[in-house]
């Protein structure tokens, strides 16, 4: 065969499967080196150095046209994958070879005997009028191949005729940030049968998809399965694509893919955070912190917010002394209501009897106040190695060595500014505070009450507040896992919980003055709240 025939060949089975340019063109060569033995060959020509002596020594299609020789070049391509594709591209030459009249020695050096493909009548000769047919043959294979790419190789035809939804979904992986549809058919989880196409949004978890259906989501397999799928793909139009480090306000319609993984609709003027699509993106950042990874403009408002002094954490008090004393006397000073049980209590922080509140027993912690951390201090304390193991300084007068609350509060600078937080100071009977202890908020079976008319649950180290401050504890809870990540303080443990909490119990007025009081006395602010102040 000639050198166009081989390249010809190997090219169209490539294209077939789906190879990209830069593989075909190792085909193209990998085609044309075995005929490196011919010095009249376009690989003989140009590689005339080795050419001539290797007819001498070998002649032509013996031990370089050989399938032992030119495998083991392709074995070599889990080492360095060019070699494959090279070793793919002279195995493919071999093959052909063994179309011509004479035959090839494939199975040098073990065998001379002579590989051919068919009886004599079925072979041709070199550049004979049936080999221009057979290229001519190969050129349209090729060009099928290349039709069948852009549909996505041969995998994605076999999937769009079935409708097969696993295929559609590979192939629209591997389109990157273009623009695509899914048209097809979905059983929704009720049972029903909708046709249409839908603007696939991002890939969530279980080999899932957003889709946009009419003005809300609709996310595969949780809301329905396909029972047919072809992707449609836009050439010509991309997604633009940031990741938002922090909090930013978004002023132009956007998706966002939340913390589980799924993606949200965001609109104007709405809080957005971590990675964010549309059709346009414009951010304006909430805080130092805060920055889009796309965006040189962001970054240079995000060093100049630092340089003010803006901050997502607590960084102006480090002792919970003093937090105690301003949450009374600067946050509650005109507000002296207990937070679990609406039950007041003087500035001398002594409870005033009422008929909101009823002893479990009647002791000192019943009759005062204190400031109780909503997210328990151990809770993230235990993220500290201090807290943990302990650490060389942390001994007593007596030369014991202790470690936990008093360890990480000598040691550790972060845990004493996470501690006197002001955001995640609320005042609570004490009696409650200790019973309620470093115990995970959640729900409990049943309206068991134990403090009389204060429905405030404590059982199995589980504490369940009344529902009208359950999102005001949510919201703490998301405030204290932004400012100090990495702490676990929301996880998938709890974020469901807290999540339903913060949509059942809306941010009231004392809730956004309580934020607007701490932004101005702390410095930084909790978004979480605020965003829903007017």
Known sequence: MIAPTHIAFACAIGQLAGANPYNLKLLALGALLPDVDHPQSTAGRFLFFLSIPLNKKFGHRTIIHGFFLWGLVTLAGFLWEPLFIVGAGALSHCILDAWNLGGVQALEPFSEKVCVLFNRQWRIGAGSKAEMIILLLFMGLFWIGNLVSTMGGIRAVVGETLGAYDIAYERYLREGLKKCHMEGEIRTIGGDIIQGKWLIIGKEKNDGLAIKHNDKILHIPSDGHFLDAKLRVNEEKKWKTATVRGFAETKRFVYMQNKDGIWITRNIGQMVYGEIIGDEIEIEMWKAGTSVATSPKAVNKEKKEKKEGIRSYNAFNQSFSKAKKIMLRQVYNDHLTTFYCGNPFTARKKVVPSDKYTPKRANARAKRIEWEHIVPAENF????????????????????????????RKKAKAFRYMEADLYNLVPAIGEINGLRSNYRVGMIPGEKRQFGACDMEIENRTAEPAPEVR???????????????DKGIVGNSNRKLLEAWDKSDHVDQWECERARRIKKIQGNENFFVTRACG
């Open 381 to 408: 304390g235990r993220a500290f190695k201090e807290w943990r193991e302990g650490d060389p300084d942390c001994v007593n007068n007596q030369g014991k060595a202790f470690k936990g609350r008093n360890c990480a």
């Open 471 to 485: 999102g005001n504890i949510a919201r703490t809870y998301f405030y204290m896992n932004e400012a100090y990540p």
